[in-house]
């Protein structure tokens, strides 16, 4: 047996988390240690659950590790552990010195595997909504690197007449842009070709700039654009225009943080980014059970009223405990809140409500309990719920009659958020903050200082679910701006769709 483990040098993909390979993904989920650099989307290290990550990449303050320090650390690695995953950006292959250390590796007796990963210089431009090669304008496409092994340019210069008819992708030039721009005119490009820079490709904040190669650069300094980014020339690049779908989406690059329960970033998060959101998920609270909530004799109740998805886990959390499970339910009729999530977790137990009020408010739930099972007098109602419910509805199933017993399972406290997710948070600089539920207010509010909430407040609008949440908002001195006719995600990302359009 080898004295070593296996080292897995994986394709992330240039940016966009989904963009990485089934296999990658799979490698990750299983890996001892992930060894990765900048680039690399955050997502990624996190999804290596129960991996030791290493960063060996650039950071603000020092450069990335020397390349030799990269390649000891890997065989290190792989002596200790038998999956060792080196996530690198893009293509491990296509500039990204994946070759030198397959090479070390290969010198150390190290086994290694390639995973190949969707590189920038593809992806990038399929983003920006040009095809690389397009019949009749590109047969070719060429990718060039603009720096050479000592740093300068002189390989481009070597290599930028090679077809030239076609389109050619230039990485790491935008540093360099008016030299790798010269370098191609003098290899016969004409100066009014179509060329295009990339910049954040397939991020959420990603920005093309296209014109011609003489324009480019006037363009990029007025735009500001900074690395990372792909030089793409050639006559496809124009296609930009009337293909570019990424950058196009309605809320593409609009910077929105969703506070949370830790345990339910989910739904609002993911239709968020499918409509081109940057998202920043902030835990802000955490939904604990209670010490010892009651046994339940379900049997005993006419109606159980599951009002939150927290109700439904926590409703079969107990019948699990003491050895049940949904038969328990069978002589209750049961109430289920009308917001997709809540519907999803009970159809997701098999159970398919009797009553299904519009809304949360106290007197469509009493219309739709009685028109599902008749007058509420003398009916047995059992509410799960957290240890502080602001619902009127107990009161109000109370003055028809119902006797009325809270079952109170769980609390919610804020989240053990260190100070570095607020820093996080403050340094992503959110132009939308989503409150999703009250007690989420409360918690973000004691989270942050008063400088930092006044820092947060000069760039961000506040969006919240529905009254309750906004009513929490105001009596944290949070002016919310955002509210959505209709208390439920869907109704509230048309209402930022809406505030986006209006600028
Ligand atoms: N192995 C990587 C390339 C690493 S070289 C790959 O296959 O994609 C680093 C260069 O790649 C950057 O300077 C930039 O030119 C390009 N690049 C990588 N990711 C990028 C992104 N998301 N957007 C634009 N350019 C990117």
Redesign the pocket.
Same mark, same amino acid.
């Given at each position: 047996m080898s004295e070593f483990g296996k080292v897995y040098l994986v394709g992330a993909g240039?940016?966009d988390p989904g963009l990485i390979t089934v296999r990658g993904r799979a490698l990750l989920e299983c890996a001892d240690v992930v060894i990765y650099d900048a680039?690399i989307p955050p997502e990624l290290p996190r999804r290596a659950a129960r991996a030791e990550r290493i960063f060996v990449g650039k950071q603000a303050d020092r450069h990335s590790l020397p390349q030799e320090d990269i390649h000891r650390i890997l065989i290190e690695q792989a002596r200790r552990h038998a999956c060792v995953v080196r996530l690198? +950006?893009?293509?491990?292959f296509?500039? @990204?010195r994946g070759g030198e250390e397959a090479a070390a590796l290969a010198a150390a007796g190290v086994p290694f595997e390639v995973v190949p +990963?969707v590189?920038?210089?593809v992806a @990038?431009p399929a983003y920006a909504g040009i095809p690389v090669t397009q019949r009749g304008l590109a047969s070719s496409v060429t990718f060039l690197s603009a720096h050479g092994a000592s740093g300068d340019a002189a390989p481009l210069e070597d290599v930028a007449h090679t077809m030239l008819e076609g389109t050619q992708v230039v990485?790491?030039?935008v540093a360099g842009l008016p030299r790798v721009v010269e370098a191609l005119i003098r290899a016969g490009r004409a100066p009014d070709t179509p060329a295009a820079v990339?910049?954040?490709?397939?991020?959420a904040r990603q920005r093309t700039i296209a014109g011609t190669l003489e324009t480019l650069c006037a363009q990029c300094r007025r735009a500001g654009i900074e690395?990372?980014?792909?030089v793409v020339v050639g006559p496809a690049a124009a296609l930009h225009e009337r293909l570019r779908w990424f950058e196009k989406r309605p809320l593409h690059g609009l910077r929105v943080a969703v506070t949370h329960a830790e345990q339910h970033a989910g739904a609002l998060e993911a239709r968020l980014r499918d409509l081109g959101a940057d998202v920043f998920a902030f835990p802000a609270i955490r939904i604990e059970a209670v010490d010892a909530p009651p046994e339940v004799d379900l049997a005993a109740y006419d109606w159980v009223l599951l009002m939150s998805v927290n109700a439904v886990d926590m409703l079969f959390h107990l019948l699990a405990r003491s050895g049940r499970d949904a038969r328990a339910l069978a002589g209750a009729r049961l109430c289920v809140a009308g917001t997709p999530s809540v519907l999803e977790a009970v159809r997701g137990r098999y159970l398919e409500p009797d009553a299904v009020p519009a809304h949360f408010g106290a007197d469509a739930v009493v219309a739709a309990l009685e028109a599902a099972g008749g007058p509420l007098s003398g009916k047995r109602v059992l509410l799960p719920r957290a240890d502080v419910a602001r619902s009127a509805l107990p009161a109000a199933l109370r003055a028809r009659g119902a006797a009325v017993e809270d079952l109170v399972g769980w609390r919610k406290a804020p989240a053990e958020t260190s100070r570095d997710a607020v820093e996080a948070l403050l340094a992503f600089a959110p132009e939308v903050v989503v409150f999703t539920n009250a007690a989420a207010v409360g918690c973000f509010a004691s989270l942050l200082d008063a400088a930092q909430l006044a820092r947060l407040r000069g760039g961000a609008v506040f969006a919240s679910l529905g009254p309750v949440t906004t009513a929490a908002a105001r009596e944290q001195g949070l002016e919310i701006q955002i509210e959505p006719p209709r208390p439920d995600t869907a109704h509230l990302i048309e209402a930022v769709c809406a505030w986006r359009v209006r600028g």
């Open positions: 240039p940016g680039l690198k +950006g893009g293509d491990p296509v500039f @990204g +990963g590189t920038a210089g @990038g990485y790491m030039g990339i910049e954040w490709a397939t991020f690395t990372p980014a792909l």
